[in-house]
């Protein structure tokens, strides 16, 4: 089958590799359809991401499509398009628990810590996929992003009304975006991508939108600031933005140390919030969301690209070109 490893940053390589065999008890096999590409696959590409190591077989957000199940399985049939969720976890660590997943201390996201779905068939753990009988399989993938949306909103503890401002506006701070429209929060935006502003304020009506952190600092501080950028500069500036008393939670991740001013949180008795992830509750209620059209992303600049074109866009894709908000690789 054709399987394309990311062999070390900036080079991708496609082979012939063998057909995984048949599923074992609690696994299904199934068939890659479309693979979203994010900002994981992209440091992994530019050589960036923390927590990773090559050659790796990426992929992590996933529409599938199940060929055969294993022992034990009685959940699926062949034939069911599912979303996947990545995050392998323990199930018994401090995190694990509390309910929280998302952050367990032997985390291992398919795809990033270990081969993802970057080829023709793979076989995955039943308890891993859930069935899409209503979405499209190129809306699928948006399952874990938007979960990772979902979740950051859950961390900040919203109310109805809360002034909040998202930095950037890909893929992660429009996920956050739409879960705090569903939540009656007042929102804006910060993003120096002009198509990427530009389309975040209009697709949501946003009249609070700025090209710079300098220019948001000048209205009102607000009292949710998400940061979506993964970018150090960025994630130092977004205090600034924050009201008193407020909470600044980092969604997105920078391999890198970042400094404050500790008066500037002092001040404020700020609440800083990582925020890692999601759980598989959260992405039942992505779905949910999803399927009654609640959070509809069919308006997204998305671009699909081919298996063949892919390494050639993904330069593009990392330099965030064009506007393109969502790139995903129609794999068959
Ligand atoms: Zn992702
Ligand atoms: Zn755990």
């Not at 979303?83 to 990033?112: D, Q």
């Not at 002092?266 to 949910?288: D, F, G």
Request: net charge negative.
């Amino acid at each position: 089958m054709k399987t394309a490893t990311l062999e070390r940053p900036g080079q991708f390589t496609f082979s012939d590799t063998a057909q995984p065999g048949d599923p074992g008890p609690g696994q299904v096999l199934a068939r890659v359809l479309i693979i979203g590409i994010c900002g994981t696959d992209l440091h992994a590409f530019e050589g960036t991401q923390p927590f990773f190591s090559y050659p790796r077989v990426l992929g992590h957000e996933l529409a599938v499509e199940v060929i055969a199940t294993g022992e034990g399985v009685t959940s699926f049939v062949p034939g069911d398009q599912c979303a996947v969720n990545p995050y392998v976890t323990c199930g018994v660590c401090a995190a694990c628990v509390r309910g929280r997943s998302n952050c367990c201390a032997k985390m291992c996201v398919i795809g990033v810590h270990a081969d993802g779905g970057m080829c023709d068939r793979i076989l995955l753990p039943a308890k891993q996929i859930y069935k899409c009988a209503k979405l499209t399989p190129v809306q699928i993938p948006l399952v874990e992003t938007l979960g990772v949306g979902i979740h950051a909103v859950g961390r900040a503890g919203v109310q109805a009304g809360d002034r909040a401002i998202v930095c950037g506006a890909g893929p992660i701070g429009l996920s956050v975006i739409e879960f705090l429209r569903m939540a009656g929060a007042d929102i804006g935006v910060v993003e120096k991508m002009p198509e990427r502003l530009e389309f975040a304020s209009r697709h949501h009506g946003l009249t609070r939108a700025y090209p710079s952190h300098d220019e948001a600092r000048q209205e009102e501080p607000s009292m949710l600031v998400f940061d979506c950028t993964g970018d150090k500069g960025s994630m130092e500036k977004a205090i600034h933005l924050l009201q008193q008393g407020g909470k600044l939670v980092f969604v997105g991740i920078v391999n890198d140390s970042i400094s404050l001013f500790d008066p500037d949180l002092h001040r404020r008795e700020a609440t800083i919030l990582a925020s890692r992830n999601s759980t598989p509750a959260e992405h039942h209620r992505v779905l949910e969301y999803m399927e009654s059209g609640a959070i509809d992303i069919a308006a997204w600049p998305t671009e699909c690209a081919s298996p063949a074109d892919m390494g050639a866009r993904f330069p593009l894709w990392l330099r965030r070109e064009a506007g393109i908000v969502k790139a995903v690789v129609e794999w068959a």
